[in-house]
């Protein structure tokens, strides 16, 4: 499992500042984080996710920015599990043999003191929802002024430096929470790739 859980780099100091000032200026878009439910549509329930977020529209300089850095990301990890056994150079491994990889919009969250988001995982259950086919999960971590707010999965949890991404699967495999941020903000972009297999 800890092959398949990964800190990697994304952006440099320079562009995290830049990523900084561009969502502080996008900052009146925060708004309550919405969760899935199994019978309903996305909905704000603060009781297994307090924090807020927005999307960052595609065209934006946030995007542009981190998704470029997310796709160095995709790189270096399917490097390191390449070096760790070849069989991981095929679907629906992104960037992998006869695969094609599409990006779901990026969200930027933000964590202020006690807030956090409980165990789940990110590939949805229900074969018919469109996010089932979710393999992989970014965690991009741009700020460091905080305390607690780790990214916890069952082998351990996680604090990457600003510009470090934690890349693991989507799947039921991988549970994981937000711990509640003890002081300060916590500031991450999150994104899914799902994976399309080309003959």
Request: proline share 5%; with cysteine.
């Amino acid at each position: 499992m800890d092959n398949l859980i990964q800190v990697v780099d994304c952006l440099s100091d320079a562009k995290v500042q830049k990523v900084l000032q561009a969502i502080e200026q996008e900052s009146h878009k925060f708004g309550g984080a919405p969760v899935h439910h199994k019978n309903a549509e996305f909905h704000v329930d603060t009781k297994v996710r307090s924090n807020t977020c927005f999307s960052a529209d595609d065209d934006s300089y946030i995007a542009r920015a981190i998704h470029l850095g997310m796709q160095k990301s995709l790189v270096l990890y399917k490097r390191n599990l390449i070096d760790y056994h070849h069989a991981y150079n095929s679907f629906p491994m992104p960037n992998a043999q006869h695969t094609s990889i599409r990006r779901e919009q990026i969200q930027i969250l933000k964590y202020e003191k006690e807030q956090q988001y409980k165990w789940h995982t990110d590939q949805f259950p229900q074969r018919e929802h469109r996010l089932h086919s979710r393999e992989l999960s970014i965690v991009l971590y741009l700020t460091d002024f905080f305390t607690g707010g780790r990214t916890c999965l069952p082998n351990g949890c996680y604090k990457p430096t600003p510009g470090q991404a934690l890349v693991f699967p989507s799947n039921w495999c991988f549970p994981h929470s937000a711990e509640p941020v003890k002081s300060g903000t916590k500031i991450v972009a999150v994104a899914w790739f799902h994976a399309d297999y080309n003959e």
